[in-house]
């Protein structure tokens, strides 16, 4: 059995003078499948974006290429090599290992020659010790990779017995038995992405030299573990870890940026835990996005006065709050507090951003998460069938405020449970808490996606008599290995532990880890697709505790189409290139009802306008369909909305599925894989607005005769400290601005909650403004409050029942404000709905607002490009505008 000295060390932060790293990154390497291709390319790096920048493949995600180019990881292995210089100081250290920061994924590595070691998990780092007798001064490191495809079949096949399911979906074009491999899972395919399955190294690659007679000691994890109220006093625990035999250390810890240090004097052998006390006092509380500031302390840890290594973290108070509410009641809450501050969750689903990590920038990371933030999320899950993110992804959440809800990384699937697959996992979980549990953005862990609901439903058609040992083996992965080994290191009460999503929480716990409803509306968080129904009525949609994935596809925008195929024949709705990159099945169909149902479909003869119009109606429909799932969640938030007929309500989370792409194609995201925001995401940002407007019409699309019908106007306020504005709304036409009627009043909080502003019985205000029939009239409200302005429209009529009237919408100038920032006025002569704009491919940014309806003569709404625009003229910002009148037109 190979060697594997430290890989559970996480990095081996060393101080640099005791130890010389030596770089193994870099273009020399090579690779080669000993059949068709040989390449010289660049570490981080994989097969696929090695051969692209040798020009020996097209670009994976052009036209078919993601069939066609599977050869690559499903006919054979690989081997990676690069040459390598010692100098002869570095050959005489005492010690010397090789370090890989993540490495994809079953490998042997040899070192001229001599086996180094065995790699089996693309989730663990892993560092080898390296004989002296193995190196000398020139040297040669093989990497031979095993392709994944065929090493899950072979674990299949050794395994002896049937994990269900055995290959994805026939309409995702994937390959098969993920779940016997310790890879990215959606990398084998799933419902919204592509199957690469890529083979290389897409991390840091290193080796280190010691001198063994110094003592080295590694800093493994911080955890800021809990919060003695009664003291108010901060447990912080340290762990930290050495090679060296047992030795007296001389220990310093200081927290930055405040007067608190602890210095101690303690026996060290090998592995050494200390809880460190700091007063509340002195440090200043990390909140979510929202809800306050997040400083963040470096906290330094030295041995004799050589700094060892710190980490960054921020105080905060996690609790997941699940109580019964008493008497008369069904089910228990479910929802985040921190620092002792309910919070509504409002976030969305995170998916890995390409098929290729190392693609992935962190200027990319930067961006989708400052929309995450600019969008007034507070939440994000990084979902179970994805990757762990790199550290720079958790720092920036820290920064930013975007809590996360953090899966581990298995999903839609039953798993082996024999003890090398298990020893497996618990080595996984292990390093992967160590690595992340310094951030105060991870609130919670949870075991897996969506596996108890498989189990408990039966998904796979298990045979009756193994269900009990499906459920055996689901409580031996999840509790016996996952939980546990969680509470290993994460000890303490500031990060709360689910063993799945969906779950009944602790209900779940209480029927043994297997609720007979996993989906149970009453407990725990849900997840809920209803494509069957109208989506844009909110009343189709459950009234839960909280919803952690719901949602509706769109399609990307034409420019993103264009890196896809440049053949504008493969540019039609539902046809054979259309529906190979929409890997759900259906789900074009279902857009389509959805469209019909709601919105004027196109009259244009042009193929190509016509599908560019159907982007745009796409984008309408999953922008209204996620404003009609929030206003439901965020009316029904408050535990005073619980029905006591139903026991529903108290919904205090939303996170829809899901905020970014992985590819280009038809999926769920609210930003596209180039980053555009979908209309969406620009709905996203309004709805999570934290004080919010909503008008209701009960019931949905009433008719204007219903005596029974009632239109209410309510305002959510989600500022601690309370806020007051005036609410205005006015009825009217689409062929005048001058509104029909207006009507308003003041509103006031105190603190946090939902006020009931004005309700009015809809027939007598429909005859007051003399509307014959829904659709000739619609209103339209604003919120003022602390020189601030929103606005709510609510539709008493299905759009394409409205007759639109020709608004001469036009841009009345475009003035830049910097570098990255433009005003852009717009004029109408009559109510605009849907107004969308966009600029050309070669300029990324977002406009805010975008997808609006205008009701006033003049709209000035800024663009903020993510890069300085440095020649502004009309054509290197050449706004392009649309309203849902011009897809009436031919």
Same mark, same amino acid.
């Given at each position: 059995?190979?060697?594997?000295?430290?890989?559970?060390?996480?990095?081996?932060?060393?101080?640099?003078?005791i130890?010389?790293?030596?770089?193994?990154?870099?273009?020399?390497?090579?690779?080669?499948?000993?059949i068709?291709?040989?390449?010289?390319?660049?570490?981080?790096?994989?097969?696929?974006?090695?051969?692209i920048?040798?020009?020996?493949?097209?670009?994976?995600?052009?036209?078919y290429?993601?069939?066609?180019?599977r050869?690559?990881?499903?006919?054979?292995?690989?081997?990676?090599?690069?040459?390598?210089?010692?100098?002869?100081?570095?050959?005489?250290?005492?010690?010397? /290992?090789?370090?890989?920061?993540?490495?994809?994924?079953?490998?042997n590595?040899?070192? !001229?020659g001599?086996?180094?070691?065995?790699?089996?998990?693309?989730?663990? /780092?892993?560092?080898?010790?390296? $004989?002296?007798?193995?190196?000398?001064?020139?040297?040669?490191?093989?990497?031979?990779?095993?392709?994944?495809?065929?090493?899950?079949?072979?674990?299949?096949?050794?395994?002896?017995?049937?994990?269900?399911?055995n290959?994805t979906?026939?309409?995702?074009?994937?390959?098969?038995?993920?779940?016997?491999?310790?890879?990215?899972?959606?990398?084998?395919?799933?419902?919204?992405?592509?199957?690469?399955a890529?083979?290389?190294?897409?991390?840091?690659?290193?080796?280190?030299?010691?001198?063994?007679?110094?003592?080295?000691?590694?800093?493994?994890?911080?955890?800021l573990?809990?919060? !003695?109220?009664?003291?108010?006093?901060?447990?912080?625990?340290?762990?930290?870890?050495?090679?060296?035999?047992?030795? $007296?250390?001389?220990?310093?810890f200081?927290?930055?940026?405040?007067?608190?240090?602890?210095?101690?004097?303690? /026996?060290?052998?090998?592995?050494?835990?200390?809880?460190?006390?700091?007063?509340?006092?002195?440090?200043?509380?990390?909140?979510?996005?929202?809800?306050?500031?997040q400083p963040?302390?470096?906290?330094?840890?030295?041995?004799?006065?050589?700094?060892?290594?710190?980490?960054?973290? %921020?105080?905060? $108070?996690?609790?997941?709050i699940?109580?019964?509410?008493?008497?008369?009641?069904? %089910?228990?809450?479910?929802?985040?507090?921190?620092?002792?501050?309910?919070?509504?969750?409002?976030?969305?689903?995170?998916?890995p951003?390409?098929?290729f990590?190392?693609?992935?920038?962190?200027?990319?990371?930067?961006?989708?998460?400052?929309?995450?933030?600019?969008?007034?999320?507070?939440?994000?899950?990084?979902?179970?069938?994805?990757?762990?993110e790199? !550290?720079?992804?958790?720092?920036?959440t820290?920064?930013?405020?975007?809590?996360?809800?953090?899966?581990?990384m298995?999903?839609?699937?039953?798993y082996?449970?024999?003890?090398?697959?298990?020893n497996?996992?618990?080595?996984?979980?292990?390093?992967q808490?160590?690595?992340?549990q310094?951030?105060?953005?991870?609130?919670?862990?949870?075991?897996?996606?969506?596996?108890?609901?498989?189990?408990?439903?039966?998904?796979?058609?298990?045979?009756?008599?193994?269900?009990?040992?499906?459920?055996?083996?689901?409580?031996?992965l999840?509790?016996?290995?996952?939980?546990?080994?969680?509470?290993?290191?994460?000890?303490?009460?500031?990060?709360?532990?689910?063993?799945?999503?969906?779950?009944?929480g602790?209900?779940?716990?209480?029927?043994h880890?297997?609720?007979?409803?996993?989906?149970?509306?009453?407990?725990?968080?849900?997840?809920?697709?209803?494509?069957?129904?109208?989506?844009?009525?909110?009343?189709?949609?459950?009234?839960?505790?909280f919803?952690?994935?719901?949602?509706?596809?769109?399609?990307?925008?034409?420019?993103?189409?264009?890196?896809?195929?440049?053949?504008s024949?493969?540019?039609?709705?539902?046809?054979s290139?259309?529906?190979?990159?929409?890997h759900?099945?259906?789900?074009?169909?279902?857009?389509?009802?959805?469209?019909?149902?709601n919105l004027?479909?196109?009259?244009?003869n042009?193929?190509?306008?016509?599908?560019?119009?159907?982007?745009?109606?796409?984008?309408?429909?999953?922008?209204?369909?996620?404003?009609?799932?929030?206003?439901?969640? &965020?009316?029904?938030?408050?535990?005073?909305m619980?029905?006591?007929?139903?026991?529903?309500?108290?919904?205090?989370?939303?996170?829809?599925?899901?905020?970014?792409?992985?590819?280009?194609?038809?999926?769920?995201?609210?930003?596209?894989?180039?980053?555009?925001?979908?209309?969406?995401?620009?709905?996203v940002?309004?709805?999570?607005?934290?004080?919010?407007?909503?008008a209701?019409?009960?019931?949905y699309?009433?008719?204007?005769?219903?005596?029974?019908?009632?239109?209410?106007?309510?305002?959510?306020?989600?500022?601690?400290?309370?806020?007051?504005?005036?609410?205005?709304?006015?009825?009217?036409?689409?062929?005048?601005?001058t509104?029909?009627?207006?009507?308003?009043?003041?509103?006031?909080?105190?603190?946090?909650?939902?006020?009931? /502003?004005?309700?009015?019985?809809?027939?007598?205000?429909?005859?007051?403004? &003399?509307?014959n029939?829904?659709?000739?009239?619609?209103?339209?409200?604003?919120f003022?409050?602390?020189?601030?302005?929103? %606005?709510?429209?609510?539709?008493?009529?299905?759009?394409?029942?409205?007759?639109?009237?020709?608004p001469n919408l036009?841009?009345?100038?475009?003035?830049?404000?910097?570098?990255?920032?433009?005003?852009?006025?717009?004029?109408?002569?009559?109510?605009?709905?849907?107004?969308?704009?966009?600029v050309?491919?070669n300029?990324?940014?977002?406009?805010?607002?975008?997808?609006?309806?205008?009701?006033?003569?003049?709209?000035?709404?800024?663009?903020h490009?993510?890069?300085?625009?440095?020649?502004?003229?009309?054509?290197t910002?050449?706004?392009?505008?649309?309203?849902?009148?011009?897809?009436?037109?031919?």
């Open positions: 059995m190979f060697q594997r000295l430290f890989y559970l060390l996480l990095v081996l932060f060393v101080s640099r003078s130890s010389t790293r030596i770089p193994l990154v870099g273009d020399d390497w090579t690779i080669t499948n000993k068709n291709h040989t390449a010289l390319g660049r570490i981080p790096g994989s097969i696929h974006t090695i051969l920048a040798a020009n020996q493949i097209p670009d994976p995600y052009m036209g290429n993601d069939v066609d180019l050869y690559l990881v499903n006919t054979g292995d690989w081997t990676f090599t690069k040459n390598f210089t010692l100098t002869s100081d570095i050959l005489a250290s005492n010690q010397i /290992a090789i370090h890989f920061d993540q490495i994809d994924t079953v490998s590595i040899t070192i !001229n001599c086996p180094i070691g065995r790699t089996h998990s693309m989730f663990i /780092a892993y560092t080898f010790n390296v $004989t002296s007798g193995c190196l000398k001064t020139e040297n040669q490191i093989d990497i031979d990779f095993e392709s994944p495809v065929l090493y899950a079949k072979r674990q299949s096949i050794a395994y002896n017995d049937t994990v269900p399911p290959c979906p026939d309409v995702q074009h994937g390959e098969c038995l993920v779940q016997f491999i310790r890879k990215e899972p959606c990398s084998f395919s799933w419902d919204w992405g592509p199957a690469f890529p083979i290389g190294i897409p991390g840091d690659l290193y080796l280190e030299a010691f001198n063994t007679t110094e003592i080295i000691i590694q800093l493994e994890s911080v955890n573990a809990s919060f !003695n109220a009664a003291n108010k006093t901060w447990q912080v625990d340290v762990m930290l870890s050495s090679n060296n035999d047992q030795f $007296t250390s001389d220990l310093k200081i927290l930055e940026n405040t007067t608190w240090s602890y210095e101690t004097s303690i /026996a060290f052998n090998h592995n050494l835990s200390i809880s460190l006390t700091i007063s509340d006092s002195l440090v200043k509380r990390w909140w979510p996005n929202g809800y306050g500031s963040l302390y470096n906290l330094v840890v030295s041995n004799q006065g050589k700094v060892i290594d710190s980490r960054s973290i %921020g105080f905060r $108070t996690v609790q997941l699940q109580h019964e509410y008493g008497t008369g009641i069904n %089910g228990s809450s479910f929802y985040f507090s921190i620092n002792s501050q309910p919070i509504f969750v409002k976030g969305s689903n995170w998916i951003s390409d098929a990590q190392e693609r992935v920038s962190n200027d990319k990371l930067e961006r989708l998460l400052r929309s995450a933030q600019l969008a007034n999320m507070n939440m994000l899950r990084i979902w179970g069938g994805g990757i762990y790199r !550290n720079s992804f958790y720092e920036i820290d920064r930013l405020g975007i809590m996360l809800w953090h899966d581990f298995f999903a839609c699937s039953l082996p449970v024999d003890k090398p697959f298990l497996n996992v618990h080595d996984e979980i292990i390093y808490v160590k690595r992340l310094s951030h105060p953005s991870i609130v919670l862990w949870s075991g897996n996606n969506e596996n108890e609901a498989a189990v408990a439903e039966n998904w796979y058609q298990v045979p009756e008599e193994k269900m009990n040992k499906t459920k055996e083996d689901y409580v031996e999840y509790v016996n290995t996952i939980m546990n080994a969680v509470k290993e290191v994460d000890k303490g009460t500031n990060r709360p532990f689910v063993t799945s999503s969906p779950s009944n602790l209900e779940s716990i209480a029927e880890y297997i609720a007979a409803d996993p989906q149970d509306p009453l407990y725990g968080d849900v997840h809920f697709y209803g494509y069957q129904n109208d989506s844009w009525n909110s009343t189709t949609y459950p009234i839960t505790r919803l952690s994935e719901t949602g509706i596809q769109s399609l990307p925008s034409l420019d993103t189409w264009y890196e896809t195929t440049s053949n024949s493969d540019l039609v709705f539902n046809n290139f259309i529906l190979h990159r929409e759900s099945g259906n789900q074009l169909t279902a857009m389509m009802y959805h469209i019909e149902s004027p479909l196109p009259v244009t042009d193929s190509l306008l016509y599908f560019t119009q159907m982007i745009y109606l796409s984008q309408i429909n999953q922008a209204m369909t996620l404003k009609s799932i929030s206003d439901h969640c &965020r009316i029904h938030s408050s535990v005073d619980i029905d006591p007929k139903t026991s529903k309500g108290h919904t205090m989370g939303l996170m829809y599925w899901q905020i970014n792409d992985i590819w280009q194609a038809p999926t769920w995201a609210t930003i596209e894989y180039g980053l555009k925001w979908k209309m969406g995401h620009n709905y940002r309004h709805m999570y607005a934290p004080v919010y407007p909503i209701i019409l009960k019931p699309l009433a008719n204007v005769t219903d005596e029974n019908a009632e239109i209410s106007f309510s305002i959510i306020n989600e500022l601690v400290n309370g806020t007051r504005g005036d609410l205005v709304c006015s009825i009217y036409s689409l062929d005048s601005l509104p029909r009627l207006t009507f308003g009043g003041d509103v006031s909080f105190a603190t946090t909650g939902i006020q009931n /502003a004005f309700t009015y019985p809809y027939a007598l205000l429909m005859k007051r403004v &003399r509307c029939d829904s659709s000739e009239c619609i209103v339209h409200c604003s003022n409050y602390q020189q601030n302005q929103i %606005g709510q429209t609510l539709f008493l009529s299905r759009p394409k029942n409205y007759k639109l009237s020709n036009q841009i009345e100038s475009i003035k830049q404000l910097s570098s990255t920032d433009f005003a852009i006025t717009l004029t109408v002569e009559r109510p605009a709905l849907f107004v969308w704009l966009d050309p491919v300029v990324t940014g977002y406009f805010l607002p975008n997808g609006f309806n205008m009701f006033e003569p003049k709209m000035t709404v800024t663009f490009s993510w890069e300085p625009v440095t020649h502004f003229d009309k054509a910002l050449d706004v392009q505008h649309t309203s849902l009148y011009d897809v009436t037109l031919l």
